[in-house]
């Protein structure tokens, strides 16, 4: 009762836990699927309790938690040491984690499917599912190695309940090696491989594993279970150890033979007293064994200890009962047949593993051979491509003196040439440096006439220079006086327009326009053709003012311009006065 109060209470506790992950999220999902896994892992039956409680809240769309969810109930009841009666659930787990699971999760789903096909006697199939988990857990990158080990231990249980013992003693091994690395070494995994040991009669190398088992559960009393001081027991008892066989017995009457104890362990009490040959007692062991137990192993071991010791007290009737009951039993675990099984099961896998194994040594011999052809071939390539470029090279060598050979002869030919040339051209360059010479004289002779031809024709324009400008002031002064002749009175008005006295109308214009023209009559037709129409009004005023022989200043005042415009004008129609002077020039002449 009191027991049953604090299993309700650690449920309570624990659906306090997970109710503090209150979300519906797939992390948080996870998350509690692996608190629930911890939980199991010491108290299964209370986690089981959660498991079902979270069953509401899962999002039974999502398969992959879903097959979680499935995975992690089958682990449950493994742990609670309740037997499965279908395979139909852990079919499903195993095939949904096989295509989409990662390494970790197939070594855990095919693991479980062995648990389950051990429960269901299938012996076969059970072992084929938990070589097919150490594969996995060889394979990946991750490994659960206490799921390894426990994987070792299930394989050496199998294998030594079909009598298959030297595979039992190499799982046996196998799972110490991996509890010696995991540091969970224990009494119960040293005496998987004394018991193996004990069956192949290695008995020198059984003794030392079994008292090295002794010794590790006395150091470890406390923490030593039921089930490992049992099979220490018979161990020790079949060996004759009967000093550490009791031992182990007190421990085991210390924890209370009046309580319901494994029948394993009634087994091992039975051999302990049939050793100290205390038969009554171990024939009352054994009967409580027949009576209370179901595995047929335990009854199998039972009536044939039981038959022996009738046999040997004359008890015919009684160990011909046992004898037939050993008898049924046999021919219902069927151990040969089994066993058959078992090594059919065991070198199925392995001659599956070897054919992959050799498959990939094919494909990696293949791969080599592949590769060496590459190697051989890019090599052979690389010779010929080399050889084609030295063969190339020498040849463009060859090929590069001769052009240069060629070349060298035409340079020397053209060079014999250029020199017979050169010597040519020499004898020429000093025939022309002796007429050179000569003229060089000559030209030094023209030279000095030149330059006293230069000083006389020098002196002869300054002297023309003088005589043009004494011959344009002549004619200047005739001009006016011609014009001061014919036209007295316009002259007069002129002279006082110039000296500010007078000041001239439109109509003494035009007077003056028509006294230049009666005086020069084909002076605008010249002034037209020389400069067209690019000339206007008062340009036109200007050059028959200059024609008259007006100077400078007098038609500043008389036009009114600017002394700059009156002198760049006068300079621009200074061709009038000289044609003019030509003109009389040709006349006089």
């Known amino acids: 009762m009191k027991s049953m109060r604090v299993g309700v209470f650690k449920l309570c506790c624990y659906v306090f836990i997970l109710s503090l992950l209150s979300c519906n999220d797939k992390?948080?999902?996870?998350?509690?699927?692996?608190?629930?896994?911890?939980?199991?892992?010491?108290?299964?039956?209370?986690?089981?309790?959660?498991?079902?409680?979270?069953?509401?809240?899962?999002?039974?769309?999502?398969?992959?938690?879903?097959?979680?969810?499935?995975?992690?109930?089958?682990?449950?009841?493994?742990?609670?040491?309740?037997?499965?009666?279908?395979?139909?659930?852990?079919?499903?787990?195993?095939?949904?984690?096989?295509?989409?699971?990662?390494?970790?999760?197939?070594?855990?789903?095919?693991?479980?499917?062995?648990?389950?096909?051990?429960?269901?006697?299938?012996?076969?199939?059970?072992?084929?599912?938990?070589?097919?988990?150490?594969?996995?857990a060889e394979k990946g990158s991750v490994t659960d190695s206490l799921?390894?080990?426990?994987?070792?231990?299930?394989?050496?249980?199998?294998?030594?309940n079909v009598q298959d013992y030297p595979n039992a003693l190499v799982m046996a091994r196998k799972e110490a090696f991996v509890a010696e690395k995991l540091r969970i070494i224990d009494a119960s995994t040293m005496l998987h491989e004394s018991a193996a040991l004990l069956r192949l009669d290695s008995m020198l190398t059984a003794k030392e594993v079994i008292l090295r088992a002794f010794e590790y559960a006395k150091s470890k009393d406390s923490q030593t279970d039921i089930y490992s001081l049992a099979s220490l027991l018979y161990q020790l008892s079949s060996f004759n150890y009967m000093k550490e066989a009791r031992t182990c017995y007190e421990r085991i009457r210390a924890k209370g033979l009046n309580l319901d104890l494994p029948?394993?362990?009634?087994?091992?009490?039975?051999?302990?007293?049939s050793t100290l040959e205390q038969t009554d007692s171990a024939i009352y062991y054994y009967n409580k064994v027949i009576q209370d137990s179901h595995e047929l192993n335990h009854l199998y071991d039972a009536s044939r200890n039981l038959s022996l010791i009738y046999d040997s007290q004359n008890d015919p009737e009684k160990a011909n009962r046992f004898a037939q009951m050993f008898i049924q039993i046999s021919d219902t675990l069927n151990l040969e047949k089994r066993q058959t099984e078992a090594a059919s099961s065991h070198n199925k896998y392995k001659y599956q593993k070897n054919k992959e194994e050799e498959q990939k040594m094919k494909e990696k011999k293949d791969l080599y051979h592949r590769v060496l052809l590459i190697v051989i071939f890019s090599f052979c390539i690389v010779v010929l491509l080399f050889t084609y470029l030295w063969i190339f090279k020498k040849n463009a060598h060859l090929k590069e003196i001769l052009s240069k050979t060629h070349e060298l002869e035409r340079i020397k030919t053209k060079n014999n040439k250029l020199q017979n040339e050169i010597e040519e051209q020499e004898h020429h360059l000093a025939r022309v440096k002796e007429r050179l010479g000569n003229n060089e004289l000559e030209m030094k002779q023209m030279k000095e006439e030149l330059a006293t031809s230069d000083n006389a024709l020098q002196l002869a324009k300054i002297q023309l220079e003088e005589r043009l400008m004494q011959s344009r002031s002549i004619l200047k002064l005739l001009h006016q006086t011609q014009f001061e002749n014919s036209t007295d009175d316009i002259i007069l008005k002129l002279r006082k327009a110039a000296n500010g006295l007078y000041q001239m109308t439109d109509l003494d214009w035009k007077k003056f326009h028509r006294a230049v023209n009666d005086l020069y009559p084909d002076f605008a037709d010249r002034m037209v053709v020389h400069l067209g129409k690019k000339i206007n009004d008062k340009q036109l005023l200007f050059c028959e003012l200059m024609r008259v022989g007006i100077t400078n200043p007098q038609i500043q005042?008389?036009?009114?311009?600017?002394?700059?415009?009156?002198?760049?004008?006068?300079?621009?129609?200074?061709?009038?006065?000289?044609?003019?002077?030509?003109?009389?020039?040709?006349?006089?002449?």
């Open 557 to 589: 005042v008389l036009m009114d311009m600017p002394k700059a415009t009156v002198w760049r004008w006068a300079k621009r129609y200074e061709w009038i006065l000289a044609q003019e002077h030509e003109m009389s020039l040709a006349k006089d002449a």
């Open 147 to 160: 799921l390894l080990r426990n994987t070792y231990s299930q394989l050496y249980g199998l294998y030594f």
């Open 27 to 136: 992390s948080n999902m996870y998350s509690k699927i692996d608190e629930i896994k911890r939980i199991g892992d010491s108290d299964p039956v209370s986690a089981l309790g959660l498991l079902q409680h979270l069953d509401r809240e899962l999002d039974k769309t999502d398969e992959h938690i879903e097959n979680l969810r499935k995975m992690l109930r089958i682990r449950l009841r493994d742990k609670a040491y309740i037997k499965a009666t279908t395979d139909k659930e852990v079919k499903d787990v195993v095939e949904y984690f096989e295509n989409k699971g990662n390494w970790e999760e197939k070594q855990e789903a095919n693991y479980y499917a062995g648990s389950v096909y051990r429960d269901l006697d299938d012996v076969p199939r059970a072992l084929t599912y938990f070589l097919r988990s150490i594969e996995c």
């Open 263 to 273: 029948t394993s362990t009634y087994l091992s009490i039975g051999k302990y007293f």
